[in-house]
């Protein structure tokens, strides 16, 4: 009698960071035949101690998810470069990862919209191990570049045509990667599954294309169209790295400033670091204009200044998790600002003066005229360029000193707890492009560093109207320094105006602006 064929058990990376892990199951019942029958395995997929494919079906616990494999290897050699550097999401960010954003953007899609539904789609199938199933019931994974990291996100609450009782053990969450360490699991792992079912007697021409598309993906020569995915251009462009090309030549300077701005590290497979040009142009709308480009390049390299940072504004920066969720976020935002009132022992009774703070940590402080309105402001700071916060002087809701004030607190946040790999930042800061948690963290952050609690108490005190009035708000945000919008927020959150209140105050601004304008 023939004895059965053995598992082939293939594994990469770590379980507590993040692994790959298949067990090709070649004689077990398949409903297939051929290329397809012979990649019958289960999958794995674990990030930081959670197996994402672990789950529950018709009463058993189940480590792995099982299927036929070769159209998961396919298409993760497709869209190798895709996943580890595709930097835009195809809405404006709304979820604090790429799965939020993408489950939201889906309930509001219709059939009106065609164009922005075909996006949709064509980005969730580049990006969601989801559309490699052909059938099975694969978790909803996204990988996708976020910054100098590779973000993973997943939401696999719902799966549909699933058995009854099927359930995923962790139904959502996210993590971020370093892209050497993604790139490189994802790749030997793609190598050596491709390779054994080469070697089975059921492969042909599509193992065969599988072979060269993986051996392809080893290339240092990818590096110009990998570094311009990172840096939000669309993946279907065909001049994708002609207008990479074109926007190093936009502005004026040295070959040492083009360097520190337009190049990243990187092996053959992964851009393992990143660049300021690239960071920033992640953030920007992608309907930017021309003029704004060279207006923003010719920035960049200005403020090519290696090693300039001063050791307080060094000492200040430090590392913080994603959120889980945006009142997490907002949360946060609180926390820092107050621990930073403590660090730079800030009079937290008067009006901060955010502008002398900044000065005082060497950060240099420009004005930029942007025609994108939605733009706030803009932070550059690296082992090569000099900290910097740039003040955009066309932000639609105005110029005003009190706005001013803001932009330039909510851009210290970014400075301070917002760097990338801990040193660099290149940030636009925006209301649809950037990533919406750490917006949410930089205005709350703004909020609290401006109006400290003392301080607010002081202004209430000291106002002849309550603070459930527009009158007192407006008396608080004057005497703080802030939008009278901004101050109506917060001093809901800080128990001075009830929700309902809140609500009320801010309909009754909005229609006295109305008739002034009128």
Known sequence: MEAAPHPIVIRHGGRDRFAVEVTFLPGEQSDRHGEDAASWGELAIWVTGRNL??????GEHRLGVRWHLLSVLEWLAENFDELLHETRLPVPATGIDAAQTMERARRHLGVNDLDELERWQTWWARHNVRAAA?????????LRRRGGRVELSWDSGDVDFAPEDFAFGHVAGHDLLEPDEAGHVLFQWLDDASAALSEQPEAGSRVAAL???????????????????AAGFPADDAGLIDEWRELQALGYGGDDARRAAFHAPHDELVVTGSCVAQLMWGTL?????AADRRRIVSMLLQVYAPDTESAELAGLVRQEP???????AWERGYALAEQLHDDLAIDQVGQVDVEAILVRLGVDIRAIDLSDEGIRGLTVASREHRPTVVVNRRFKHGDGEDVRRFTLAHELCHLVVDRDQGRDIA???????APVDVERRANAFAAMFLMPRAAVQRAVAQSTEPPETVGGAAFVADRLGVPVQTAIHHLKN??????????QLLERLLYERRLARD
Do not use: K
């Open 53 to 58: 494919c672990e789950h529950r079906v018709f």
């Open 134 to 142: 052909e059938g099975g019931l694969l978790p909803n994974v996204y």
């Open 211 to 229: 072979r060269q598309r993986v051996t392809a993906l080893a290339d240092v020569a990818r590096y110009e169209r990998r570094l311009a995915l």
């Open 285 to 289: 709308s992608p309907t930017l204009d």
């Open 322 to 328: 994603l959120a889980t969720d945006l009142r997490e």
């Open 427 to 433: 940030l636009a800061s925006s209301e649809d492009w």
């Open 494 to 503: 800080l128990d001075y105006v009830d929700p309902n209140t809140h609500d």
